[in-house]
């Protein structure tokens, strides 16, 4: 027998919808979001948007052996800033950026990208924007949307705040994988430029900007607008020049520059007996970078394993071919410099030198 709470006050019942979770406004802002969601897709969707799951097929992708390839991310604090500029149509880019980019330096082409938003009490025009953001990411990382979640929690954040998180899967010939295994003495590493901070090192930067007199609205005249949207330029998706590379060149290896910096994310395509030696005075900190460092009296130290301070993709590619890498790049219209080389590991160990 199931007996009434006796405990319940007053003389009704609470529906989910007083609890704070609207399903049929959550319905509305699906059907709202549906006809930009099908236009990133692909013949290979068979899928409808509303299924318990999506459906990709892999008919057609002619390889000897494939490998499905995945990833999962989020942007990080760097919502805080979207959140206090009212502007959320840029997070969605990043969402898909911070994914994307981590199967290409595998060599994979993308397929399909899911996400999932959760807030405590769903704003339809937040969601909105945040939605033709990841649209728009994944056109230009050249997959299809093909589902994902949205999480109305309250309680569990507070009211104007949302988290995001992002998974993608792609596909590479076995044979064709970038893993970083024929890495050797002699080679040269390349750096392509970032687009900004893309969505790393973001708690350090609300907290240099909350310890001094700025606010995000402030116009930086040495930046050329205003701070919040300076800082919430979106993360570059470098699907297209990698896949332009992959198709003529040997690419050893590459390295997505996120947390950690160029150090930190280039060891880890490293083979055990090399080390990259990278020339400090390559390329110079964009002005975002310096104003940062400036305004906090950061060493470089503390910025280069922070902060992807203007290169957000490193490649590994033999010295041959380096002038011909380069030339492709600036086709691409794309920032590149030879920042570096790989020698031989010494014996300390230590798989990375600074120059």
Request: one cysteine or more.
């Amino acid at each position: 027998m199931i007996i009434a709470n006796s405990n319940m006050k007053g003389s009704g019942m609470v529906t989910y919808k007083e609890a704070g979770v609207d399903i049929a406004k959550a319905d509305d802002f699906v059907r709202g979001i549906a006809a930009r969601i099908k236009e990133t897709w692909s013949p290979e969707v068979k899928s409808e948007l509303g299924d318990f799951a999506a459906l990709y097929s892999l008919l057609g992708y002619e390889m000897e052996h494939p490998v499905l390839v995945s990833s999962t991310d989020g942007v990080g604090t760097k919502l805080k800033i979207a959140m206090a500029m009212n502007t959320h149509d840029t997070v969605g880019i990043d969402l898909v950026a911070m994914c994307v980019n981590d199967i290409l330096v595998k060599g994979a082409r993308p397929l399909f990208f899911l996400d999932y938003l959760a807030c405590g009490q769903l704003d339809p025009t937040v969601g909105r924007e945040i939605v033709e953001g990841i649209a728009k990411g994944c056109e230009e990382a050249e997959c299809a949307l093909v589902g994902g979640e949205t999480a109305e929690m309250p309680g569990m954040y507070a009211p104007g705040e949302y988290d995001l998180a992002g998974f993608v899967v792609g596909i590479v010939d076995d044979e064709a994988t970038v893993d970083g295994t024929d890495i050797a003495s002699g080679d040269a590493v390349v750096g392509v430029a970032s687009s900004g901070l893309h969505s790393n090192g973001f708690s350090l930067v609300r907290k240099i900007v909350a310890e001094s007199s700025l606010e995000y609205e402030n116009l930086i005249p040495e930046l050329g607008g205003r701070l919040g949207d300076i800082l919430l330029t979106p993360t570059r998706i470098y699907a297209k020049t990698v896949k332009s590379l992959l198709r003529d060149f040997d690419i050893k290896g590459m390295a997505h520059i996120t947390g950690g910096g160029i150090p930190g994310n280039c060891v880890r395509v490293l083979p055990n007996s090399t080390a990259m030696r990278v020339r400090r005075d390559a390329w110079t900190f964009p002005p975002v970078f310096a104003f940062i460092q400036n305004l906090a009296r950061l060493s470089d130290e503390e910025m280069l394993k922070t902060f992807n301070c203007g290169i957000g993709l490193v490649l590994v590619v033999s010295p041959e071919i380096v002038d011909e890498v380069l030339l492709r790049l600036e086709g691409l219209k794309e920032t590149a410099f030879v920042i570096g080389d790989i020698v031989q590991r010494g014996k300390d160990g230590s798989p990375f030198l600074w120059e």
